[in-house]
């Protein structure tokens, strides 16, 4: 199949200048602040975006070269060695195609620059795109999250290390 | 900043031949079936994703050409020819990087095909990843959702038209 290109449209500014010891998920990264720098050509895809608390933010993982489809999830031990979980059952950050997904609180829009808050993303991450969050447009079903199931309370604790770069 | 290249992990396979007419969410495409193929060199990718409900795909535009700023979105009426909002603030798929995203209920998993229900995508989507829903790592804080909050009821509906083709 065709490739496909992409071209960052901002860039994400973090406190976060070593991708060893960031949260691993937003809710773990609550109230740490950051910016979105969106390149001022792009400024007028940001109407509206103000009226919406949270954002879903697309990025390249940057850091990340190449992929496993095998991974130990950072809520392993990975000394442990023997769990592997397939790369598409976790938001691991070497996979096929380096696309991270964060959902973020919008705390205020100026000009191209958005204020953010809730962060698991390195300092310098390229921004593909912003979608607004609608918990409405997901069904309301029974949810299962398989493996992750009595490991969530420690993701919201637990910090990257090095095993991804 | 540097642009980024990526190849399709598989394929999505849907009732929708026409781009047109399909549900603009998933929770309109309520019980509609689909597939996803993912290609055979990734199936290892693909372990332990059974125990998960609910899966985020993140999947290619492939049948927009070029991207708006600004958009009029379906769940308004585009005769009024006067509304616009960003196209960040927006599902459109005209978008400055055409990446999609839904969150489809997961059925089963048969080697290197995911039977999934509740599309509002197009037969023959290019697959660019897959990722577990966890509705746990978004932090539970007051959602607004701006412009769409006294349009969700209507968005359950309303199907696609041609005026993001």
């Known amino acids: 199949m065709e490739k496909i290109i992409l071209n960052p ?3 994400i500014h973090t406190p976060f200048k070593d991708p060893k010891g960031i949260p691993i998920q937003p809710k773990s990264g609550k109230g740490i602040k950051a910016t979105v720098e969106v390149f001022p050509e792009y400024i007028d895809g940001l109407i509206d975006l103000d009226g919406f608390s949270h954002l879903i933010l697309l990025f390249h993982f940057h850091l990340s070269k190449g992929y496993s489809l095998k991974v130990i999830p950072f809520v392993d031990d990975v000394q442990h060695g023997v769990f592997a979980t397939g790369v598409f059952a ?48 997901i069904a309301a079903e029974e949810i299962r999250v398989g493996w992750l199931s009595n490991k969530l309370s420690f993701a919201e604790t637990k910090l990257s290390d090095e095993r991804f770069l």
């Open 9 to 11: 449209i901002g860039i």
């Open 90 to 137: 976790t938001r691991a950050p070497r996979r096929p195609n380096g696309i991270g997904l964060s959902i973020v609180k919008n705390i205020k829009i100026e000009k191209n620059i958005i204020y953010i808050e809730n962060i698991d993303i390195v300092d310098g991450t390229p921004l593909l795109d912003i979608k607004p969050y609608i918990p409405e447009s």
